[in-house]
């Protein structure tokens, strides 16, 4: 038994149930948001309608802010994010790495979906402000921009890993880490969405990154492959590598 722990399934046995439990606690703060949501918690709905009165005066005051909120929103809305990593995924092809290319899209779209059947399973309505700045529709909780910022952004890291190094990693991180709550905060600000609502699916896209992450390991293993930490290397770190004539990567 400490052989095996010790040992190379050991460690991948280690890694896998610890990527499968930062899904798992990742997934504990958004169910309670979603409890506290669908059951009308008052605090919470305080809150959220505390903030977005704030900032929609704020907006209402300062039509430039409203402006650079709406253009940033656009900007990094979801269909931006999916062309990003839909040319992130060619290009892996083109590396022969076709399983990759696959975790890739096939992340962005789960995550993308399970949002979807969250809003319509919730059907938390959006806010309702005087003389609003902008305009969205659909139901509000998840936010499908912060959503998906956060997965394009993470995917997109995720994949890079392997080329960038020292200090370019962290700086990588800390531009994802940027992007997915500066999307998010633009969908507060517009007041086409709770705080809540935001916090909800920067959460929810952690989790699914981190479940397919896990499940990619999985298979890496399986193919004989050595156990990495993505979050350091990234899921793939033979990408780094010239192309290879092989077996797909």
Known sequence: MRRWLLGPDGALGARLTAATLAAAILMVPF???????????????????GVAADLHSYALSNPGFARAMEFITNALAPETWRVLVGAAAVY??????????IWAITTVAAGGLIGLAVKIAVERARPMLPDPVSWAPGWSFPSGHALNAALGAVTL??????????V????AWTLAALAS?????????LGVH???DVVAGLILALAVVAATAAGFEAWRRRMGRRPVE?????VEPEMA???ATGEPR
């Not at 169910?31 to 309608?49: E, G, H, I, W, Y």
């Open 230 to 234: 993505p979050y350091i290397e990234g």
């Open 31 to 49: 169910m309670l948001l979603l409890v506290l949501v669908k059951s009308a918690f008052t605090p919470l709905n305080r809150f959220d309608q």
């Open 194 to 196: 709770w705080v809540s």
């Open 181 to 189: 709550v500066t999307v998010a905060f633009t969908r507060v600000a």
């Open 157 to 166: 890291v995720l994949l890079l890993l392997p080329v960038l190094h020292g």
């Open 168 to 171: 370019w990693r962290a700086v």
């Open 241 to 243: 590598a010239p192309k």
């Open 92 to 101: 892996t092809l083109l590396r022969g790495a076709p399983r990759l290319a």
